[in-house]
């Protein structure tokens, strides 16, 4: 049976077990080239919330998600649910209870300071991105593992776990050419109503996925620099 085949089982506990690491290294050449030619590609990603009606590959949707699921997580516990929802209805009513929640937001909740941050962005409480994408991925975290029998174990470092898989779910979308925008209505419990998630799953962010409406717009943002962000020692 294949790595892939394999079905998931809790190893809290068990011995430590190594297996033969032997990736084939990569020419320092191609290294460069392939860096080089991600670099630009990932510099072309942007934020959308202007998406077209047309129905996108779900398979490429899939094999995103899957690409997350690589992530590291702690103690390989793999603590993320991702809902893909592609139903028209189950999208209006995300739609709807995000859109209350962001009415109370926009409305004083969220605060100045925070509004103001927001404002070059061009955000308002209308979220149209999440019904007129033609599917949405609901990131959950769980908060521990629970058993068929009821049983409970905590998971370790959830947030930085799923945070990750997250970045590598928007990279993958990307370079597959979707377009994709992380939407954190808050407070989100809504989603586990209305999606019916188990009492160990927290939500974390809502995706919607698909391509750029033929009159997409984005702000006019300018990125820092890599001397910015990145400090040699």
Same mark, same amino acid.
Request: aromatic share 6%.
């Given at each position: ?10 190893? &809290?506990? !068990? $011995? ?10 990569? *020419?320092?050449? +191609? ?11 990932? %510099? ?9 009606? *047309?129905?996108?590959?779900?398979? #490429?949707?899939? *094999?995103? =998600? ?9 103690? &390989? ?7 893909? #929802?592609? !139903? ?5 009513? =995300? ?11 926009? +409305? ?15 955000? %308002?409480?209308?979220?149209? &991105?999440?019904? +007129? ?5 609901? #990131? ?8 068929? +029998? ?8 959830? !947030?930085?776990? #799923? ?21 954190? $209505? /808050? ?26 409406? $033929? %009159? ?8 820092? /620099?890599? *001397? ?6």
């Amino acid at each position: 049976m294949s790595t892939s085949e394999q079905r998931w089982s809790p190893i &809290h506990g !068990d $011995p430590y077990r190594p297996v033969p690491y032997r990736p084939g290294r990569t *020419d320092p050449a +191609d290294s460069l080239a392939r860096a080089a030619e991600l670099r630009a590609r990932m %510099d072309e990603r942007r934020t959308v919330r202007q998406f077209a009606a *047309d129905p996108v590959p779900a398979q #490429v949707v899939k *094999d995103a =998600i899957a690409c997350a699921a690589t992530a590291p997580s702690g103690a &390989h516990q793999q603590p993320w649910t991702f809902v893909l #929802v592609q !139903d028209e209805e189950v999208r209006r009513r =995300i739609r709807e209870a995000a859109e209350e929640e962001e009415r109370l937001s926009y +409305d004083g909740r969220l605060g100045e300071e925070w509004l103001a941050a927001l404002r070059p962005l061009g955000t %308002d409480r209308v979220k149209p &991105h999440l019904t +007129d994408a033609p599917a949405l991925i609901v #990131v959950f975290q769980q908060r521990y593992w629970l058993g068929e +029998d009821g049983e409970k174990r905590k998971h370790y470092y959830v !947030d930085e776990s #799923v945070g990750i898989a997250v970045g590598m779910l928007l990279t993958a979308l990307h370079l597959s050419g979707l377009a994709a925008l992380v939407h954190t $209505p /808050s407070p989100m419990r809504f989603l586990s109503e209305v999606l019916r998630r188990p009492a160990n799953e927290k939500a974390f962010a809502v995706i919607p996925v698909g391509y750029p409406a $033929p %009159d997409c717009e984005v702000p006019d943002l300018v990125r820092k /620099s890599l *001397d910015q962000v990145m400090t040699e020692i």
